[in-house]
């Protein structure tokens, strides 16, 4: 069934751009601090705070685009070429940046005009939405020689 294939695709799809947007909405929330409310904790430091954040966005950002890439191209090198750069991201850029970051500035919301391109780059998902439109334009060039 042609279309009840199409409807799923555009199902998926609605739902990852619906998850990045909410992602965005609530980008201020501080998981780690109602974590440790609902616990009966006390608050936590707000470098606790700022890494457990930041780190939280990127995966979530991550596995929606890996959702978008496996879904919108349904192909197994670009979907696995995601998944690398998902790992890349996160367990090389996101360190570097956290430690940069903090020992230059330590956990504010507002970053500096020097970091706010690493910060755009790294937690929000630009690099991958920039591998998103090297996909298609990979695709393209493969159907057009």
Not at 84 to 96: D, H, K, R
Not at 135 to 145: A, D, F, I, T
């Amino acid at each position: 069934m042609p279309t009840d294939t199409f409807t799923r695709r555009h199902a998926v799809i609605a739902a990852a751009l619906i998850g990045l947007f909410l992602v965005y909405m609530f980008q201020r929330v501080d998981i780690l601090g109602i974590l440790a409310s609902w616990m009966g904790q006390s608050p936590p430091s707000a470098t606790a705070s700022f890494i457990v954040n930041r780190a939280s966005r990127l995966i979530i950002n991550d596995l929606l685009c890996l959702m978008l890439v496996s879904t919108i191209f349904n192909d197994k090198r670009f979907t696995r070429l995601a998944l690398w750069v998902f790992l890349g991201e996160l367990f090389l850029l996101l360190p570097i940046y956290l430690v940069v970051k903090l020992s230059a500035e330590g956990p504010t919301e507002i970053s500096s005009p020097v970091f706010q391109p690493l910060h755009r780059m790294i937690v929000n998902p630009l690099l991958m939405i920039i591998l998103i439109a090297g996909m298609y334009y990979q695709r393209r060039r493969e159907s057009n020689p």
